[in-house]
C-alpha cells in the first residue's frame, strides 16, 4: 500500500491482465479518477471505488461494494458483497472534517460489513489491522481500532472509539459501548452487552458481559505455557472470587512467583479500567 502504486486502465484483457498481474475492473464497476489500485486487484461488478481510494496488491473487492472518501486499504485482502467503508461517521457532531479508514493487510470482511471513518475527536482515523476475519453485517463505528488476529462474528456492533486488542474474539450479535476496550486473547460470547471493558485473557458473557473464567483454549492454541495460564487463572481467582483487592492480588501472585508478563499485563489492565469511568478506561479520555 502507498503511493508507489500507478492507477491502471480498466479495460484490459483478462488474460493479459492476469499474465502481468494488473487490475481487474468488472466493466459495470466504477472507479473515480484518482484511486490508486495495486498490482493484482480485482474490482467486482458495481462496485465503487472513490477517488480517495488507495488499494493495495492483491487485494480482492467483490461485487457492490462502495469504498468512500480517503480510505487506505493493504495487500491481500478479500471484501465481500455489500460492504460499506469509508462513509461518513455516524455522530451527529461531524461536520465534514477530513478523516479516514486504513485497513491492514490479509484481512477478510464479509457481507454487509459497515466500516465507518473517523470524526476529528481523536486521531481521525478508523484502524483495522492485519489478519482479521470480520464476519457477515458487522459493523466498526467511528475512531474505533482493531489489532491483529481478531475474529467478529455475525452482527456484532462496536460503538465509537472502542478498541479491540489483538487476538481477541467476538461471538455473535454483541453490542459493543462507546469508548470500551477489548483486550487480547479474551472471548466475548454471543448476545452480549459490553458496558464495561473487557478484561485481556477473560471469557466474559451477559448483560452486561462480566469475567466468567479464563479463555483457557485460546491460550493454548496461543501457545502460552502451562505455568502462565496457571498463574492468569489463579490471578483470576482472587481478583473476581476471592475479591482481595488488585493490590492485594498483587502481593500474593508476587509472592507466590506468578508475577509472570500475561498476569502483569491483566492487573496492569483492570488498574487502568478502576481509574476510567463507567467501568472503561478510555472514558477518561473522552472527558478530556
Known amino acids: 500500500m502507498g503511493d508507489e502504486y500507478e492507477p ?19 466493466p459495470t464497476a466504477v472507479v473515480e479518477p484518482g484511486a490508486v489500485l495495486g498490482p493484482g486487484v480485482r474490482i467486482g461488478h458495481f ?9 493495495g496488491p492483491g487485494t480482492v473487492v467483490e461485487n457492490h461494494v462502495t469504498i468512500a472518501g480517503d ?22 457532531s461531524y461536520r465534514g472534517s477530513p478523516t479516514r ?8 470482511i464479509r457481507e454487509g460489513v459497515t466500516i465507518n471513518r473517523a470524526t476529528e475527536k481523536e486521531d481521525g482515523e478508523t484502524v483495522v489491522g492485519n489478519g482479521n476475519f470480520l464476519m457477515a453485517c458487522c459493523h466498526v463505528a467511528h475512531d474505533c ?9 455475525n452482527g456484532t456492533l462496536l460503538g465509537g472509539h ?13 453490542a459493543v459501548h462507546h469508548w470500551a476496550t477489548i483486550g487480547g ?15 485481556p485473557f477473560m471469557l466474559c458473557e451477559g448483560m452486561p458481559a462480566r469475567p466468567r473464567c479464563v479463555n483457557v483454549v485460546a491460550l493454548r492454541r496461543g501457545g502460552f505455557t502451562a505455568d502462565a495460564i496457571a498463574a492468569v ?13 488488585l493490590a492485594s492480588a498483587r502481593e500474593i501472585l508476587q509472592s507466590q512467583g506468578m508475577l509472570v508478563p500475561p498476569v502483569m499485563e491483566l492487573l496492569d489492565f483492570l488498574t487502568h479500567q478502576h481509574e476510567g469511568r463507567h467501568g472503561r478506561a478510555r472514558e477518561r479520555r473522552r472527558a478530556a
Open 8 to 26: 491502471t486502465e480498466r479495460h484490459v484483457h483478462p488474460l493479459e491482465s492476469l499474465a502481468r498481474g494488473a487490475v481487474l475492473v468488472a
Open 47 to 55: 462496485s465503487v471505488i472513490s477517488a480517495g481510494a488507495v488499494i
Open 71 to 92: 480510505v487506505r486499504i493493504g495487500a491481500r485482502n478479500r471484501i465481500f458483497p455489500n460492504c460499506v467503508i469509508g462513509a461518513e461517521p455516524q455522530d451527529v
Open 101 to 108: 479508514v486504513v485497513i491492514g493487510d490479509d484481512n477478510v
Open 145 to 153: 481500532r482493531i489489532g491483529d488476529h481478531v475474529i467478529i462474528a
Open 162 to 174: 472502542v478498541r479491540v486488542h489483538s487476538h481477541a474474539s467476538l461471538s455473535g450479535a454483541v
Open 185 to 199: 486473547w479474551s472471548f466475548v460470547a454471543g448476545v452480549s452487552r459490553v458496558l464495561h471493558d473487557i478484561p
Open 233 to 245: 487463572t489463579e490471578a483470576h481467582r482472587l481478583v473476581y472470587r476471592a475479591k482481595v483487592g
